[in-house]
């Protein structure tokens, strides 16, 4: 069946680096993504989206980058802050218009 | 701006007992969600509601039950527990049903059945 998946389940960086978190996905006609994060304690939360017809993105110190070739997304954390520290999905349509089908995370952890 | 409410955020009972759990949005979305998150599973979901008094099966909707008589509450209820029901629910409410319209979600509510 389609899937999102995650290359990395744990990321650890140094406060002030740059992080990078990717998710593979299996369903070549997905045209939106969207990624979301996840605080101990609390729900997800979302980051930013991305269409289909874009290979970039940038929000406030985040920034999506898809690329189609080999359906690949990733999501770049600029000046990593221990406040990023969290769980990071990245989700993709299911099927139906509402439905959302998410990877299994992973967990960012910033060291001061 | 209340959001999105879950209670309780801690709950634990016995195999075969109901259990319900509360959700209330004060956005007046029209779409809401139930989904449960488990380890190596990610978020599933169980129910949906497009509006009041319609709703519909999710990914996992077995041993779940669902209504939905005001807009504002979306009420999910174990009628008799099992152990793999335990697990972290979270309800979600959005004002659109396209996946382009975020779901935001409530804080969950952490259920133990023992």
């Known amino acids: 069946g389609e899937s999102v998946g995650l290359h990395l389940p744990t990321l650890s960086v140094q406060e002030g680096d740059n992080s990078i978190i990717n998710c593979a996905y299996s369903?070549?006609?997905?045209?939106?993504f969207i990624w979301y994060k996840q605080e101990s304690g609390k729900g997800p939360q979302f980051i930013i989206d991305i269409r289909s017809n874009m290979d970039k993105r940038q929000g406030q110190r985040v920034t999506v980058l898809l690329n189609k070739t080999v359906k690949h997304l990733s999501l770049q954390i600029a000046a990593t802050q221990p406040g990023d520290s969290a769980v990071y999905f990245c989700?993709?349509?299911?099927?139906?218009?509402?439905?959302?089908?998410f990877g299994k995370g992973t967990l960012l952890t910033v060291n001061p | 701006d209340a959001g999105i409410t879950q209670s309780p955020r801690y709950k634990i009972t016995e195999t075969g007992r109901q259990v319900t759990l509360m959700c209330h949005q004060t956005w007046s979305h029209s779409y809401m969600f139930w989904y449960r998150q488990d380890l190596g599973h990610g978020l599933r979901l169980i129910y949906y509601s497009a509006a009041a008094d319609i709703t519909d099966k999710g990914e996992v909707p077995d041993g779940y039950v669902v209504s939905r008589s005001k807009t504002e509450n979306f009420p999910l209820t174990l009628e008799s527990a099992t152990r793999s029901q335990t697990s972290v629910y979270f309800c979600?409410?959005?004002?659109?049903?396209?996946?382009?319209?975020?779901?935001?979600f409530g804080d969950g509510t952490r259920l133990s059945i023992l």
């Open positions: 369903n070549s006609a997905s045209d939106y």
């Open positions: 979600a409410s959005s004002p659109s049903g396209t996946v382009e319209r975020p779901q935001h």
């Open positions: 989700a993709e349509p299911g099927g139906s218009n509402y439905k959302l089908t």
